[in-house]
Nanobody, 122 residues
Framework: VQLQASGGGLVQAGDSLRLSCAAS????????MGWFRQAPGKEREFVAA????????YYADSVTGRFTISRDNALNTVYLQMNSLKAEDTAVYYC????????????????WGQGTQVTVSS
């Protein structure tokens, strides 16, 4: 499975941004896609996850109500719509995949994309 993340950029606090993650190669109908982020000097943390099949979602408390994860099965693409961005959302955002089971545990994800930088100026 290859994952290609895109859509990052420099925005102001309160703005919105949408990240995309295109999956290619071998895929699994029960797969779960997740977004994680890593700020400078901090550990990589969970943001959101979604199951390919039924679309069930799971969010970190810090982004609930502001971020929305969705998928387009026909395009093999997962999106992360980020609204009301804050300076503390600044990080490199990574998409990841695992075969099954929605979880926020990064150690359980098998495939990772290259990351896309999101910078929010206050």
């Amino acid at each position: 499975v290859q994952l290609q993340a895109s859509g990052g950029g420099l925005v102001q606090a309160g703005d919105s941004l949408r990240l995309s993650c295109a999956a290619s190669g071998r895929t699994f109908s029960s797969a779960v896609m997740g977004w994680f982020r890593q700020a400078p000097g901090k550990e990589r943390e969970f943001v959101a996850a979604i199951s390919w099949s039924v679309g069930s979602t799971y969010y970190a408390d810090s982004v609930t109500g502001r971020f929305t994860i969705s998928r387009d099965n026909a395009l093999n693409t997962v999106y992360l719509q980020m609204n009301s961005l804050k300076a503390e959302d600044t990080a490199v955002y990574y998409c990841a995949a695992r075969r099954a089971g929605v979880t926020g545990n990064r150690a359980l994800y098998d495939y990772w994309g290259q990351g896309t930088q999101v910078t929010v100026s206050s």
